[in-house]
């Protein structure tokens, strides 16, 4: 799938879209996602062209490849998640359903999550 420079996450990171920025640094971007599935739901996106994680990781250079997961363990620290502990989810492709052709995590926490999968 190629990159669309039209997808919601690249006209935020251009800043056309506003959002409330809770880190950035020259690798990534994060803010709260507008529709929240728990307490707290943190978007992390990096600032490359990267349609999913397996292109992250296939074209990403090093830097911004440990740039991004510390941004995203920062973010958890600044969160105030990781003693209660988070739940890390990168949605890549069709079947996760995910919903943005950026590479991207979601951090969630601030209460017990359950299980990872609805049964059924």
Same mark, same amino acid.
């Given at each position: ?9 690249? @006209? ?5 879209? #506003?959002?409330? @920025? ?16 728990? #307490? ?6 990096? @600032?490359? @062209? ?11 250079? #090093? ?24 739940? /890390? ?11 943005? #052709? ?5 951090? /969630? ?6 299980? /990872?999968?609805?049964?059924?």
């Amino acid at each position: 799938m190629a990159y669309d420079d039209g997808n919601i996450f690249a @006209k935020i990171l251009r800043g056309e879209i #506003p959002c409330q @920025k809770l880190y950035e640094d020259e690798f990534v971007l994060a803010f709260p996602d507008i529709r929240p599935q728990a #307490p707290i739901h943190v978007l992390v996106v990096p @600032k490359g @062209k990267y349609v999913s994680i397996a292109d992250f990781g296939a074209k990403a250079s #090093p830097e911004e490849i440990t740039g991004f997961w510390r941004a995203v363990s920062h973010v958890a620290r600044q969160l105030g998640v990781e003693e209660s502990g988070y739940r /890390l989810i990168c949605n890549a492709g069709p079947d996760s359903h995910q919903e943005v #052709p950026h590479f991207h995590a979601h951090i /969630l926490g601030g209460r017990a999550l359950g299980h /990872l999968l609805a049964p059924g």
